[in-house]
T-cell receptor, first 118, second 117 residues
Framework: DAGVIQSPRHEVTEMGQEVTLRCKPI?????LFWYRQTMMRGLELLIY????????DSGMPEDRFSAKMPNASFSTLKIQPSEPRDSAVYFC????????????????FGPGTRLTVL | AQTVTQSQPEMSVQEAETVTLSCTYD???????LFWYKQPPSRQMILVIR??????QNATENRFSVNFQKAAKSFSLKISDSQLGDTAMYFC??????????????FGQGTRLTINP
């Protein structure tokens, strides 16, 4: 398996522009997570999906952020309009099944997208 | 809400030494999982080891082991015979997979570990 795939790996944009980050989870995984990593706030969950349905979006900073999962193999995180404080590394992770045996609870992370908003 | 605290921002040891990274957490729940993730300079997040709270036996994975003290809410990571490739940020994380809406990783601030030759 190729693991969790994220694109782009790096994104540089100007303030006010729309940014779309993409994620392909591991095939067969039921859960998909979006995390953000910054120096100030560390690693924090933005939103997560189970079977393509958003379960917890309380970490989404504000209305400028939106996430979708139209099918089991694709998710997007969109920022519109982007601001310099959105600069961070955005990780997507997927998991097979939660609440079962320990082997199913590992979250597999993608390589991350480093976003720079000028 | 759960919180995870790593009190050591940075640590440095010589190759082949043993090092212990500290982690404490706060929760009112009884069943949960704890994890240590490694993030090398490549920034890829890699699972090092996991511990189920209902298991009294400490988890081990080769050179990596944990000291899980449930009553004290402590979860330290011991790396034996440290290697240069162990140089990375290490994150302690908490998760309750049994409650819908709580199935997210809550991370500590991280400890930057450097292994010197």
């Amino acid at each position: 398996d190729a693991g969790v795939i994220q694109s782009p790996r790096h994104e540089v944009t100007e303030m006010g522009q729309e940014v779309t980050l993409r994620c392909k989870p591991i095939s067969g995984h039921d859960y998909l997570f979006w995390y953000r990593q910054t120096m100030m706030r560390g690693l924090e969950l933005l939103i997560y999906f189970n079977n393509n349905v958003p379960i917890d979006d309380s970490g989404m900073p504000e209305d400028r952020f939106s996430a979708k999962m139209p099918n089991a193999s694709f998710s997007t995180l969109k920022i519109q309009p982007s601001e310099p404080r959105d600069s961070a590394v955005y990780f997507c992770a997927s998991s097979l099944l939660l609440g079962a045996s320990a082997a199913y609870n590992e979250q597999f992370f993608g390589p991350g997208t480093r976003l720079t908003v000028l | 809400a759960q919180t995870v605290t790593q009190s050591q921002p940075e640590m440095s040891v010589q190759e082949a030494e043993t090092v212990t990274l500290s982690c404490t957490y706060d929760t009112s729940e009884n069943n949960y999982y704890l994890f240590w993730y490694k993030q090398p300079p490549s920034r890829q997040m890699i699972l090092v080891i996991r511990q189920e709270a209902y298991k009294q036996q400490n988890a081990t994975e080769n050179r990596f082991s944990v000291n899980f003290q449930k009553a004290a809410k402590s979860f330290s990571l011991k790396i034996s015979d440290s290697q240069l490739g162990d140089t990375a940020m290490y994150f302690c994380a908490f998760m309750n997979p049994f409650v819908r809406g709580a199935q997210k990783l809550v991370f500590g601030q991280g400890t930057r570990l450097t292994i010197n030759p």
